[in-house]
């Protein structure tokens, strides 16, 4: 292993580029050497802010593409940029951090699947909760038959969606952010496929999934002011269901269940319920027979995914596996590749809504 570190492009320099920019400074292996976006000021102020020295700045991404000493590119646009932003790092021969949602159709997901696959570049999806701390017990747990057989899994996201955040404008299109399950929802789809998954790094293959959307709030202009707890009028509206709620079977036998509530009065909250034979999880509450003399939940204190902050996401355990992966040759669990099965389950509810029928999976 030479003693050069890996060039890091930002590509979007918004809110999560923040968390990308910090996590890629402190690994010893990388460093940022560019950064793109729209606007020249976005890019100077990332920079300054986080006090970077010897950054090129670029508002053509083409042109960032070819400056000799990137590596790894991290693509932090909105997500129906994704694509064509994928496509072109696969063909500049760079490994890419895809933030999620990575395409906002079928045609995009097999585009970029299939450039990625050309190209032979390491992917990594932002699917960032695999490294939360609870995340990290419960598969340790799973792996080490905590549960027994388990027979089914709940994950829900439940986070009001609110206009403050940068990236809203395109989230609440429908024609950029499609579905509340795919922009939001798309990580608690992904938590069901990986506590569904039977082994510490893998993740669950989903063969049919069932979906209804309903809830209150597409196509309203008042808004829930969550932090002041009041209501207010003259907000831009969602363009499509703020509630979603998916029924997904698995190759394995094991079934889910997933909830998108875009729309919930009340904190942010992520929480996950698993079922085996020998026991059952509800967040951080444990029952087990690997404790035969317990006459209560055993909680364990950690980490729970219960903020929808981007500080208080591990991006920094994110980039150093994948930083780990490039430098050994190893491919992550949580590479395009396997984002293609979470995505799917998002389009296959689209699916669904139209035809009114079971959707049978894979889709590509
Ligand atoms: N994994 C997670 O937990 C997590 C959390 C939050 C967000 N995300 C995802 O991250 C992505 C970005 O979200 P965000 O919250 O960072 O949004 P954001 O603050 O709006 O940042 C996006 C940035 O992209 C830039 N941009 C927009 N159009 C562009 C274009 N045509 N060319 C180049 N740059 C362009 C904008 O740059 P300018 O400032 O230069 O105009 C903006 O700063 C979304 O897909 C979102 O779903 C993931």
Redesign the pocket.
């Known amino acids: 292993m030479s003693d050069k570190k890996l060039g890091v492009l930002i590509?979007?320099?918004?809110?999560?580029?923040t968390q990308y920019i910090k996590a890629f400074n402190n690994n010893p292996n990388t460093e940022i050497v560019a950064v793109?976006?729209?606007?020249i000021e976005?890019c100077k102020q990332r920079v300054e802010e986080a006090g970077l020295k010897n950054v090129e700045l670029y508002t053509d991404?083409e042109k960032a593409l070819k400056q000799d000493n990137v590596d790894i590119v991290a693509i932090?646009?909105?997500?129906h940029?994704?694509c064509e932003n994928t496509i072109s790092a696969s063909e500049a021969k760079k490994h890419i951090v895809i933030?999620?949602?990575v395409a906002i159709n079928l045609d995009e997901l097999k585009a970029m699947r299939d450039a990625v696959r050309k190209a032979n570049v390491k992917t990594i999806v932002?699917f960032?909760l695999r490294w939360n701390p609870l995340f990290e017990t419960l598969k340790a747990m799973i792996a080490d038959n905590a549960f027994g057989n388990i027979y089914f899994v709940e994950v829900d996201y439940q986070n009001y969606i609110n206009s403050w955040?940068?990236?809203y404008e395109a989230?609440r299109k429908k024609e950029t952010g499609v579905s509340a399950s795919l922009?939001g929802g798309v990580?608690a789809i992904d938590a069901l496929r990986w506590f569904a998954g039977r082994g510490r790094y893998k993740s669950a293959k989903p063969i049919e999934v069932f979906a209804y959307k309903g809830g209150f709030r597409m196509g309203k202009t008042e808004a829930y002011v969550k932090d002041a707890h009041r209501w207010r009028d003259g907000a831009k509206p969602l363009e499509y269901e703020a509630f979603e709620i998916g029924l997904v079977k698995f190759d394995n036998d094991i079934l889910g269940k997933f909830s998108t509530n875009s729309e919930c009065i009340m904190p942010y909250s992520f929480p996950i319920e698993i079922f085996g034979d020998r026991g059952s999880v509800k967040d951080n509450r444990i029952w087990s027979h690997k404790y035969p003399g317990q006459t209560g939940w055993v909680e364990i204190p950690t980490i729970m995914p219960e903020s929808g902050d981007?500080r208080h996401?591990p991006f920094q355990a994110e980039v150093d596996h994948f930083v780990d992966c490039i430098l050994n040759d190893k491919e992550s669990h949580c590479n395009l590749e396997d984002a293609v099965l979470t995505h799917e389950i998002a389009f296959a509810c689209l699916m669904c809504y139209e035809t009114g029928e079971p959707i049978k999976l894979p889709l590509l």
């Open positions: 590509h979007g320099a918004g809110r999560i580029s793109s976006s729209r606007r976005s991404y932090c646009t909105p997500q940029l994704h933030e999620k949602p932002g960032v955040w940068s990236g989230v922009v990580h981007v996401h």
